[in-house]
């Protein structure tokens, strides 16, 4: 089958595309014909470095979601599986490929009414998204602020938000990505690039309740001096390379809670259903910016480092 290499850890050149033995479902197992795989920004972190949840030491296949059929089952699984439309985590590895095989409890059927491309891509930032919204225990009113607002995750925490009743403005960095969200209905939208953004976001309303940080560095710390007694900033990426540097003690004199929420396998897995199930209902639409063959990952990771990609990014297979 064709893939997608890690050899060595390194710039994005590294990813190579070249042939793999077709995988086997054993005992237990679902075999998934790959139609879409899912790039997240920690993947480009564990090319360049080994940094991150996943394991393994190259060479190896990275990719750790994926969506496609079912095309065969190992041993002591159901055989009426085949055929079915699923997305599916793959354990760290693997992803980058047309074949993989998984547990048989890894997948997620995709609702019907949803593209599966569209499920997979919510299958890692529609967890996050709802997690954190959960987290943020939102309140019809809140004045919510959302960093990174036209990437995967921030694109599905300004939607969610806007939902629960909370007054979102969203922060994005670059004319092209503060466009793209007033074009698809923000209302307010700022660009952490200009040095006058925080004094934006005070005009617009007068300060905020919740932050939601994916970016970390210098930009979630002017982003926490924006909330007053009682306001929570949630942290959930380090876009910028690194996590905000928020002492504790700081935060409890300002009367602000700091939340790095995480779950359990089962909760996880719960956010990802509820993450599917409302966009097949309709009211949640995942972005998907942009869209390489599975031969050129090298070129998508290029343009995640790049800060050039807006939403999701997909390999299609």
Known sequence: MRAVWLREFGGPEVLVPGPAPDPVPGPGQVLIEVAHANITFVETLFRA????????????????????????????????????????????????????????????????????????????????????????????????????????????????????????????????????????????????????????????????????????????????????RGGRMLSFGLASGAWADLPADVAAARGVTLLRPSATPAELRAYTERALAEAAAGPLRPLIGQRFPLERAAEAHAAIESRATVGKTLLDV
Do not use: C, H
């Open 49 to 228: 470095t080994g940094f991150g949840p996943f394991t393994g030491a190259p060479p190896l296949i990275p990719g750790n979601g994926v969506g496609g059929l079912i095309a065969a089952v190992g041993p002591g699984v159901d055989p009426r599986l085949v055929g079915r439309r699923v997305v599916s985590g793959t354990g760290g590895s693997g992803g980058y490929a047309e074949r993989v095989a998984v547990d048989r409890d890894a997948p997620f059927e995709v609702p019907a009414g949803l593209r599966l491309d569209e499920a997979v891509a919510l299958l890692a930032d529609g967890r996050t998204a709802v997690m954190l919204v959960q987290a943020a225990q939102l309140r019809a009113g809140d004045r919510v602020l959302v960093e990174a607002a036209a990437g995967g995750v921030g694109s599905l925490l300004v939607q969610l938000a806007t939902a629960a009743g909370a007054r979102v403005v969203a922060a994005a960095g670059g004319t092209r990505k503060v466009a793209l969200l007033r074009e698809r209905g923000v209302e307010v939208v700022v660009d952490y690039r200009q040095p006058d953004w925080t004094d934006q976001v005070r005009a617009a309303t007068g300060g905020v309740d919740v932050v939601f940080d994916g970016v970390g560095g210098q930009l979630a710390r002017a982003a926490f001096d924006l909330l007053g």
